[in-house]
């Protein structure tokens, strides 16, 4: 298990980059299934970070902690920002014309089909965002855990 | 690598270099140049991203931005784009609204 506390600010998100690129990379993801959850965390940080803490006018910390079993890689970041359920949010159609969208919304969208698991919980006063990536028995070789 | 975009416009063509990972940190720094392009009154908008190793949502919503900002006949074309950016701009039906080069072809971008 890896953790790590980070600012809730948007100059943030190079360092939680690296964060997740790093555990992706201990897990053995392969190029793609890594950027993928790269693009997921970093979509989810930056809808926290602008609006669960700048629009609410709050100050905190994104607490991201990773864990990699035989099967699964799972990234949580949790946060004490404003309450906000991703798996609720409106889902933008992207048939539309991009200049006729609605702003907004894209970001989830691109967040949940980028892992093969997405859940919210709210847990007291607290969000948790979660992040599942199945390990593929090629990822498993490749770190030395098979 | 540290995000830059930078904006060169010549006879009616608007070309934004683009290099490093476009975040919602630095979307505005595209968005300025965007806005600057739209200004001029171009006929087309392309995008040098063979530099761009990642696109958020941020980064497509400067697009959005740029279509809605220029003439409706102003064409955009991505030149370039890495395959995690393409596949971003898959995902999100992006790739409709825009024309997709490998590499930059005069013949076709310039030939107003």
């Given at each position: 298990?890896?953790?790590?506390?980070?600012?809730?600010?948007?100059?943030?998100?190079?360092?939680i980059?690296?964060?997740?690129?790093?555990?992706?990379?201990?897990a053995?993801?392969?190029?793609?299934?890594?950027?993928?959850?790269?693009?997921?965390?970093?979509?989810?940080?930056?809808n926290?970070?602008?609006?669960?803490?700048?629009?609410?006018?709050l100050?905190?910390?994104?607490?991201l902690r990773?864990d990699?079993?035989?099967?699964?890689?799972?990234?949580?970041?949790?946060?004490?920002?404003?309450?906000?359920?991703p798996?609720?949010?409106?889902?933008?159609?992207?048939?539309?014309?991009?200049?006729?969208?609605?702003?907004?919304?894209?970001?989830v969208?691109?967040?949940?089909?980028?892992?093969?698991?997405?859940?919210?919980?709210?847990?007291?006063d607290?969000?948790?965002?979660?992040?599942k990536?199945?390990?593929?028995s090629?990822?498993?070789?490749?770190?030395?855990?098979? | 690598?540290?995000?830059?975009?930078?904006?060169?416009?010549?006879?009616?063509?608007?070309?934004?270099?683009?290099?490093g990972?476009?975040?919602?940190?630095?979307?505005?720094?595209?968005?300025?140049?965007?806005?600057?392009?739209?200004?001029?009154?171009?006929?087309r908008?392309?995008?040098?991203m063979?530099?761009?190793?990642?696109?958020?949502?941020?980064?497509?919503?400067?697009?959005?931005?740029?279509?809605?900002?220029?003439?409706p006949?102003?064409?955009?074309?991505?030149v370039?784009?890495?395959?995690?950016v393409?596949?971003?701009?898959?995902?999100?039906?992006?790739?409709?609204?825009?024309?997709?080069?490998?590499?930059?072809?005069?013949?076709?971008?310039?030939?107003?």
């Open positions: 298990m890896k953790s790590c506390d980070f600012p809730a600010t948007l100059d943030s998100l190079g360092a980059a690296e964060f997740v690129m790093g555990i992706a990379g201990s053995g993801l392969e190029k793609r299934a890594s950027h993928h959850l790269r693009l997921a965390v970093d979509e989810i940080a930056t926290i970070i602008v609006h669960g803490y700048d629009e609410a006018g100050q905190g910390t994104l607490e990773a990699i079993d035989d099967r699964t890689l799972t990234i949580t970041i949790e946060d004490d920002g404003a309450a906000f359920d798996t609720q949010a409106p889902v933008p159609d992207i048939d539309l014309p991009p200049e006729q969208r609605p702003i907004g919304g894209l970001g969208y691109l967040a949940m089909r980028s892992v093969d698991e997405f859940l919210y919980k709210r847990v007291g607290r969000n948790r965002t979660i992040f990536v199945h390990l593929s090629a990822s498993l070789e490749e770190s030395g855990r098979a | 690598m540290a995000f830059s975009a930078n904006l060169m416009v010549d006879a009616g063509i608007a070309k934004i270099t683009l290099a990972e476009l975040d919602a940190s630095v979307a505005p720094v595209f968005q300025r140049e965007v806005e600057k392009a739209a200004a001029q009154k171009v006929n908008l392309v995008l040098l063979s530099e761009l190793e990642y696109i958020a949502s941020a980064g497509l919503r400067t697009l959005i931005f740029a279509r809605q900002k220029m003439e006949g102003v064409d955009i074309y991505v370039g784009a890495q395959p995690q393409m596949d971003t701009m898959q995902m999100t039906g992006f790739d409709r609204s825009i024309i997709a080069l490998d590499t930059y072809d005069a013949d076709t971008i310039e030939n107003i």
